[in-house]
């Protein structure tokens, strides 16, 4: 396709490299902080910590024309007709987007598409646009107009679907592996969807995008909390799903076997490094989209391998401040950790994110429940994971990733704004506002032997970057 720049180099070993500039011992190391700023990291005396211990993702060769990259990925569809050659007058067109906690460049992708659509005839009326807000929070109207742009939000019906709500769904079946399948009545109704998303490591189906923003992102809860157990069995590791192939990963399995109950899609996705920073847009056939930019994310974001290290830290950028997707980003790198180390998040948090995904009322229900709280998460999770597997709950997957980032290592964030809110103690998570103190306690909590001279390893991009684990996806 016509893309300025040069190609994706998915065939490199490596894809992550090592932090030029951030120094020695005597030097300072950044993360990223906000929009804008930087984070000087105040590590104890003595810890050698160097640049080879500090992993970037790769940011080479962003498009420098978005317009153009867009363009000359639906001039070029990846096996699959033109978006054009697939409607016509009377169609009826479901796009589905991302929600707002993705930086997906939904507002400049949309009226090139709407364009495309209705120089094929396609009527506004039949049109309609819906965020694939899955169990995040629902999207309103100010959000509608942040995420679309002004002129899509007020000239289309755009929905927010009500994940609860099941007269709102149509039912159109369950799969051969026992998923049902219930998608929400605009988009299931449509005679094509469209789907507008990017693609990113993810916890469970390997890397996010594509069908992803139907199923589970405009499913009803019963097909969602189907979908996330897919490949958590009984004794399994969760860690291992992270970044594996779509062939291998049994939650990108399923949604492929759903989608197969759909109709015609059609799959405009995105590899992105931050707000505003492409570097590749595809469109075309979903599966051979999402393949396409997964091979190219493991290029850019997997980690090199190395050894687990004694003290693992984090960064939460780019995302903008979500605790749930913070702490996704912790998760990522669960594997670099050693057993009975210590995992630092760095969780510069937006005021106006800090509750999308989880409600401030669990926040602080969490967080004063104190060092008991702790406890009941790191031994009475599993129970309570399997209360809420046979009741069909999609909160199971959330409680696994929690058990396995806090049964075997300590875990610390720095979070001012959080701290702010909550104090000191979220259940097992001990939450700081001062960086000495952050420090002086992840120095009493490593074993003896380990307090001064630990290993170390640093991912300041951490919602980019992944460190895998090694052995089967299930």
């Not at 016509?2 to 894809?15: D, E, L, M, T, V």
């Not at 990223?32 to 940011?59: C, Y």
């Not at 400049?108 to 094929?120: D, F, K, T």
Request: proline residues 9%.
């Amino acid at each position: 396709m016509a893309y300025p720049g040069r190609p994706g180099r998915a065939g490199r070993s490596a894809s992550t490299r090592t932090r030029g500039g951030m120094g020695m011992t005597t030097g300072t190391i950044e993360a990223p902080w906000g929009g804008d700023g930087t984070l000087a990291l105040a590590l104890p005396p003595g810890w050698n910590v160097g640049r080879e211990h500090v992993v970037e993702p790769d940011l080479s060769d962003a498009a420098a024309d978005y317009p153009a990259a867009l363009a000359g990925a639906l001039d070029a569809p990846l096996d699959a007709p033109r978006l054009e050659d697939r409607v016509g007058p009377g169609s009826k067109v479901a796009i589905v987007v991302d929600d707002p906690s993705r930086w997906t460049p939904v507002r400049e992708a949309l009226p090139i598409v709407l364009a495309r659509l209705h120089g094929a005839g396609v009527a506004a009326g039949d049109v309609t646009i819906s965020v694939g807000v899955g169990r995040h929070h629902a999207v309103d109207d100010a959000a509608m107009r942040e995420r679309l742009g002004d002129g899509p939000a007020a000239s289309y019906r755009c929905y927010s679907p009500p994940v609860d709500d099941l007269a709102a769904y149509v039912d159109l079946g369950t799969t051969a592996s026992g998923v049902p399948v219930r998608v929400f009545r605009p988009v299931a109704e449509a005679d094509v969807r469209v789907l507008i998303g990017s693609v990113l490591p993810h916890l469970q189906a390997g890397f996010g995008g594509g069908y992803k923003l139907i199923f589970p992102g405009t499913s009803h809860r019963t097909t969602l909390g189907a979908l996330h157990r897919q490949g958590l069995s009984a004794g399994s590791d969760a860690g291992r799903l992270l970044g594996s192939p779509s062939a291998e990963n049994p939650m990108r399995l399923a949604v492929n076997e759903a989608a197969g109950l759909l109709g015609p899609c059609f799959s405009i996705s995105h590899l992105i490094g931050a707000p505003g920073m492409i570097f590749r847009a595809r469109a075309g056939r979903p599966e051979s989209v999402q393949d396409a930019l997964a091979e190219e994310a493991r290029a850019r974001f997997q980690a090199p391998p190395a050894p687990p290290a004694d003290v693992v830290v984090v960064g939460n950028s780019p995302w903008p401040g979500d605790p749930m997707q913070s702490f996704k980003a912790l998760l990522h790198h669960r594997a670099a950790s050693s057993p009975g180390g210590v995992s630092v998040g760095l969780f510069w948090t937006d005021p106006a994110e800090i509750d999308r995904s989880m409600p401030r009322a669990a926040l602080r229900l969490i967080a004063g429940s104190g060092a008991p709280g702790g406890w009941a998460i790191r031994r009475l999770l599993p129970a309570v994971e399997r209360v809420l597997s046979a009741r069909e709950s999609s909160a199971a997957f959330m409680l696994r990733w929690a058990r396995e980032l806090v049964v075997d290592r300590t875990v610390m964030i720095y979070a001012p704004p959080l701290h702010a809110r909550i104090g000191g103690r979220l259940g097992p998570v001990r939450v700081f506002a001062d960086q000495d103190a952050l420090w002086r306690a992840v120095r009493r909590a490593l074993p003896r032997d380990r307090r001064d001279a630990p290993s170390v390893r640093i991912f300041p991009r951490g919602g980019l970057t992944y460190a895998p684990q090694a052995g089967p996806s299930a």
